[in-house]
């Protein structure tokens, strides 16, 4: 890999593929649970030479039934609180989100589109905050949240997009609009911000553009 491209080849959604040929979440995703592990990952690489991927995860000090007793004392610990609806058409990047957000401890529930995430809300599934891509076919993600707002008006949202000037993009004066690609720290910062900002005065859309520095990796 050239060096502009190794700087970020864990980054979200970077991908060198056509657009429909690939998610770019790959590297990302083993970078992630890697880091959940407490290890770490460096790639060399060198452009027709090759690539050498270097993972380091931490040595278990702990014998198999020490082991077994600590994890099921940390499945007590208390978890992240709220529900979070995440709409998303394409699956893999649904996918991630609902992994980050259900490893760190909140409840999920997902739809693929606007219209099954609406029936979700219908059922009274208790909802806290709909994390929504902006651009999904037949519904967009602001058609979905002003729907929403018929049955929940109190429901806060999220935005995810690609789009240069996503302030354009809601009139939703509470909206809080995540530009692609992001950080899962970030994300997690967001929706837990979001969260307890709920409940207060509305105030102007807050644009939040999240994007990897060179040379650094997703959380």
């Known amino acids: 890999m050239a060096p502009e491209i190794l700087t970020k080849a864990m980054d ?19 970078y992630g649970v890697v880091k959940q592990c407490g290890g770490t990952i460096r790639l060399e690489s060198e452009s027709g030479r090759g690539t050498t991927v270097h993972l380091w995860l931490p040595r278990a000090e702990l014998e198999p039934e020490e082991l077994t007793h600590a994890a099921k004392e940390g499945a007590t610990a208390e978890p ?46 208790p909802v806290d905050i709909a994390l929504v891509d902006y651009a999904m076919p037949h519904m967009s993600g602001s058609q979905f949240m002003a729907a929403a707002h018929q049955r929940r008006s109190d429901l806060p949202a999220v935005f995810i997009t690609g789009y240069a000037d996503p302030q354009e993009l809601t009139n939703d004066p509470d909206a809080v609009i995540v530009k692609k690609p992001y950080r899962a720290s970030e994300l997690l910062r967001v929706i837990q911000d979001t969260l307890t900002r709920k409940g207060n005065s509305p105030g102007k859309a807050k644009v939040i553009p999240i994007r990897a520095k060179v040379g650094s990796h997703p959380v």
């Open 12 to 30: 979200p959604f970077f991908t060198t593929k056509e657009i429909g040929k690939g998610s770019g979440l790959g590297l990302s995703q083993v």
């Open 80 to 125: 992240l609180r709220g529900s979070v609806l995440v709409v998303d058409d394409d699956a893999d990047v649904r996918a991630v989100a609902v992994e980050v957000l259900r490893s760190t401890g909140y409840h999920v529930e997902e739809a693929s589109s606007g219209h099954e995430a609406l029936e979700i809300l219908d059922r009274q599934i």
